[in-house]
């Protein structure tokens, strides 16, 4: 069974940065696609970042575009969200998302087979 444990969210500074985490475990991470979702109160869940399996192909929103880069380690079974620049509109309980299939990555978060539990990220001003 799979398992998706977020972690490193926080309270911080307009300006500042966080790194989360999503460690994974049932299943092989190197055969899974990652995304990063977010929802804010009040707003429906929204794309972040994805990348493949293998973590050659990425891609963001354009929201957080040159801001936030999203990495993995397949040998850690952990992919990352590195966040910089970070904006009062970024706070959001953010989600890591897992797909199974082949060199690909997805936006659309009824693509994902897993999801975790999130955690809670709030920017102030």
């Known amino acids: 069974q799979a398992q998706l444990v977020e972690s490193g969210g926080g309270l911080v500074q307009a300006g500042g940065s966080l790194r989360l985490s999503c460690t994974t475990s049932?299943?092989?991470?190197?055969?899974?696609?990652m995304g990063w979702f977010r929802q804010a109160p009040g707003k429906e869940r929204e794309f972040v970042a994805t990348v493949s399996r293998s973590g050659r192909s990425t891609t963001y929103a354009d929201s957080v575009k040159g801001r936030f880069t999203i990495a993995r380690d397949n040998a850690k079974s952990t992919v990352y969200l590195q966040m910089s620049s970070l904006k009062p509109e970024d706070t959001a309980v953010y989600y890591c998302?897992?797909?199974?299939?082949?060199?690909?990555?997805?936006?659309?978060?009824?693509?994902?087979?897993?999801w975790g539990q999130g955690t809670k990220v709030t920017v102030s001003s």
């Open positions: 049932g299943i092989t991470a190197s055969n899974y696609a």
């Open positions: 998302a897992a797909k199974w299939g082949a060199e690909h990555y997805y936006i659309y978060d009824s693509k994902y087979d897993n």
